[in-house]
């Protein structure tokens, strides 16, 4: 009989025993029990002997020259898929659906990765200092201040009563920034107050007899303390202090306020106390940052804006000496010119803005508005205080317009006969003080007199300056007062837009007065309750780096002379280069 030949998958064949039994000894007895009738034992079987196929395709169903059912999937004929070929073109609706997925895809991942991060970046809202350096009260150097939280703009010990103040003419100011001093033991080094910051430096620009220490100021009894000590450091025979808010907190219009007790004793002369401020754009006691910068505050493209008012013999009258310092032979000026003036070449560095109406930069500069700076009238033995601001470009012979309309003095004030020199022009009034309100021979922090002086302006071509001691108006000083002057050829100054900063010292110098140093009795401590700025509601403006009169990108650029005491001007020191004058070049750069 031929052999059993099931398909593939109907289970196992055998062979004949012949050929079985032949393959070996070993698998005999297996066949051997099969023929005599028992079963086979399945487990005894290799997996060759288990499933068979045989070698002819045809013994397991093969289509052998047949078509087989399923041969039009994996058989082209291009007679009979011509209805449904296109060419092999993606231009079908399905390829088009499949490119159009493709595309949608590619584009959602741009967008997350690359869109959705620029997107947010270009609409993020800029976070707000309110006036600080950095957020939350941290300060240039990333540390925040060791008094517990009090580190806002409005210190957190002012009470709720001061928060408002209603002005001479009824206007509502509210609190902006605050300072009690009532936390013991504070210091004022780089990076120890996210508001304040002692200098380290001699101020040679005013000559003074004392070397400005961080150590010599603090807080004591809920007062800050400024001392002025005879002590030799670095060369001089004194050491005292001074400390500011530059690049920290500064503020445009309203009322700049303090409540002081004054070093010393209202008979004896030579300590030179100050409360003041000056614009963002030049830091007190750093020379280089302020030449051309200060006392500017000009916004003309005239002479005035050029070194020594005065180019190619015109105005005559200041060419030829006529109206300036008779100390300096009658020369007006000894300034280099406004560094950032509006006749800045369009090219050179400016911090800006750009007036959009003419296409010139808005002249820059680092004008200075005094609290106070106080002193003793030795014929009377009485305590004085100057309250001024300060000027450039000068009037012919300094001279301001000081009529009826442009100023008014009160409660016994008078001008001060010094109106400028060749370095700068003053509006000042001196005002008496309240003779009680001194921290004396043996001075403590409990003193029972502390007397208020303040300033209060408002920028523009209509503003003016009002200054107050002892809580009173001294004197108003108009815009008109320092209007155009014809023999100097110049424009008016205006009442300062740019940022301003807070600065609070005590030295002496000879350049200031006469100096009574038998009579003076150390230490000598100026005492500060505390200080205080206000605006009007609807016109807060604070902050070091305003977008009107942005500051950070310059000084960042020019960062050194900012920092470096020892570089005391732009272009010998620093090594910089005043930018080129439009009205200097003659009309054109």
Not at 264 to 286: F, H
């Amino acid at each position: 009989m031929p052999p059993s030949t099931p398909l593939l998958g109907q289970g196992p064949s055998y062979t004949p025993m012949d050929s079985i039994s032949s393959r070996g000894p070993g698998r005999s007895q297996h066949y051997r029990n099969a023929r005599s009738g028992s079963a086979p034992l399945l487990n005894d079987q290799s997996l060759s002997e288990k499933y068979t196929v045989s070698s002819d395709p045809a013994f397991w169903g093969a289509y052998e020259g047949r078509p087989e059912p399923d041969d039009w999937i994996h058989n082209p004929n291009p007679t009979r898929d011509r209805k449904d070929s296109h060419g092999g073109t993606m231009f079908t609706r399905r390829g088009l659906l499949n490119i159009g997925c493709m595309l949608l895809l590619i584009l959602a991942l741009v967008m997350l990765f690359l869109g959705y991060p620029v997107t947010t970046y270009l609409r993020r809202n800029k976070w707000s200092t309110r006036g600080a350096y950095n957020l939350g009260g941290v300060n240039g150097t990333g540390q925040i201040p060791l008094y517990g939280n009090n580190f806002g703009l409005i210190d957190k010990d002012t009470p709720t009563s001061e928060h408002t103040r209603t002005a001479v003419d009824g206007s509502v100011y509210q609190l902006v920034f605050s300072d009690e001093f009532n936390e013991e033991g504070r210091t004022f080094y780089p990076g120890d107050d996210p508001y304040w910051e002692a200098v380290n430096l001699h101020y040679w620009q005013t000559n003074n007899l004392e070397w400005y220490d961080p150590r010599q100021i603090t807080t004591e009894g809920g007062k800050l303390a400024i001392r002025l000590d005879e002590r030799p450091s670095h060369n001089l025979n004194y050491e005292g202090g001074m400390m500011s808010t530059w690049n920290k907190f500064c503020f445009s219009g309203g009322i700049l306020t303090a409540s002081i007790s004054l070093p010393g004793e209202p008979t004896v002369w030579g300590l030179w106390p100050a409360s003041w401020s000056m614009s963002n754009l030049g830091r007190a006691g750093y020379g280089a940052s302020l030449e051309g910068m200060w006392p500017y505050s000009y916004d003309a493209c005239d002479v005035g804006t050029v070194a020594n008012q005065s180019l190619n013999g015109f105005p005559a009258e200041v060419a030829d000496n006529m109206v300036g310092d008779p100390y300096y032979e009658g020369v007006l000026s000894y300034l280099p010119g406004q560094r950032l003036s509006r006749c800045t070449c369009p090219d050179e560095s400016h911090p800006g803005p750009i007036d959009k109406r003419t296409g010139e930069f808005v002249g820059r500069s680092a004008p200075e508005i005094d609290v106070f700076e106080a002193q003793v009238d030795q014929s009377t033995l009485t305590g004085h205080v100057s309250q001024s601001a300060q000027w450039a470009p000068f009037n012919a012979n300094y001279t301001w317009t000081n009529t009826s309309s442009t100023y008014a003095l009160y409660e016994g004030t008078y001008l001060n006969t010094f109106q400028g020199g060749v370095f700068q022009q003053a509006t000042s009034g001196i005002a008496t003080t309240n003779q009680n309100c001194y921290s004396g021979v043996y001075p403590t922090p409990d003193a029972s007199c502390y007397s208020e002086y303040s300033f209060r302006y408002q920028t523009g071509d209509k503003g003016y300056i009002e200054w107050y001691t002892n809580g009173t108006m001294s004197w108003r000083l108009e815009a008109t007062g320092v209007g155009l002057d014809i023999v100097a050829q110049i424009a008016e100054r205006k009442i300062p837009y740019e940022p301003m900063y807070l600065i609070l010292n005590l030295g002496l110098s000879e350049n200031f007065g006469a100096v009574d140093y038998e009579g003076l009795m150390f230490p000598a401590i100026m005492y500060v309750d505390w200080v205080r700025v206000y605006q009007p509601a609807d016109a807060i403006n604070i902050g070091c780096d305003p977008k009107k009169y942005p500051t950070s990108d310059y000084i960042n650029q020019y960062i050194e002379a900012y920092t470096n005491p020892n570089l005391t001007t732009w272009v010998d020191d620093y090594g910089q280069t005043m930018p080129r004058n439009r009205y200097a070049l003659g009309g054109s750069c």
